[in-house]
């Protein structure tokens, strides 16, 4: 099992700025990429961001250039820094970590249980 536990969501003016952290715990389990999605009331879930143990980066056309996604391999956690928010930005941010097995090498995905990021003014 994997333990997701997310931080860092809020209200937020315009314009602001914004730091989430996702911390992972596991003991059975080998992450490799991590991530970021969302979801509004009434839309579907979707991909912020995601990174690889090597530090590859893939963003949603809609925040690329305003988002930075980066990870501590030796602490499993990443973190979203979300600059210039808009209210379009406001949704539920979901941690979600990519994980295989250890010596078995099942893929499986894990999530955690959100944190809510207003963009209001």
């Known amino acids: 099992q994997v333990q997701l536990v997310e931080s860092g969501g809020g209200l937020v003016q315009p314009g602001g700025s914004l730091r989430l952290s996702c911390a992972a715990s596991?003991?059975?389990?080998?992450?490799?990429?991590m991530g970021w999605y969302r979801q509004a009331p009434g839309k579907e879930r979707e991909m912020v961001a995601t990174?690889?143990?090597?530090?590859?980066?893939n963003y949603a056309d809609s925040v690329k250039g305003r988002f930075t996604i980066s990870r501590d391999n030796a602490k499993n956690t990443v973190y979203l820094q979300m600059n210039s928010l808009k209210p379009e930005d406001t949704a539920v941010y979901y941690c979600?970590?990519?994980?295989?097995?250890?010596?078995?090498?099942?893929?499986?995905?894990?999530w955690g249980q959100g944190t809510q990021v207003t963009v209001s003014s």
């Open positions: 979600n970590a990519a994980a295989i097995v250890r010596y078995a090498g099942l893929p499986k995905d894990f």
């Open positions: 990174i690889t143990t090597g530090g590859e980066r």
């Open positions: 596991t003991s059975m389990f080998s992450i490799n990429a």
